[in-house]
């Protein structure tokens, strides 16, 4: 959104050029300055959104680890008391 307010902004200012005939730093500078405030909000927006959706990737590749050591312990436990021939104990490990 930042990036497309910008470039509006920027459009706006050389539209503004056009129709006044001037390209002076004063006839364009307020466009100028309303297309970078768009930016600054985006960017705004943006970071923070960036820094949590990699905060929650990581938590979830730490939860696939728990759960597949987890699941691979199990399978372990299941494979021996097969092999054994034997029920496992409530509460045993």
């Known amino acids: 959104m930042g990036l497309f307010g910008t470039v ?4 706006n200012a050389f539209a ?11 006839t364009v500078a307020s466009e100028i ?3 970078f405030v768009t930016t ?11 820094c ?7 938590k ?3 939860f696939e680890v728990e759960v ?9 436990r299941i494979a ?3 092999t054994e021939g034997r029920a496992p104990r409530l509460g045993s490990r």
């Open 8 to 11: 509006i902004g920027i459009i």
């Open 52 to 58: 949590l959706h990699n905060h929650l990737v990581q």
């Open 16 to 26: 503004q050029i056009a129709t006044i005939q001037t390209a002076g730093l004063g």
């Open 80 to 82: 021996d008391v097969a």
């Open 40 to 50: 600054a909000l985006g960017l705004l927006v943006a970071l923070p959104a960036v």
């Open 68 to 76: 597949d050591s987890f699941s691979s312990e199990l399978l372990d």
């Open 60 to 62: 979830v590749e730490q």
């Open 33 to 35: 300055a309303g297309a």
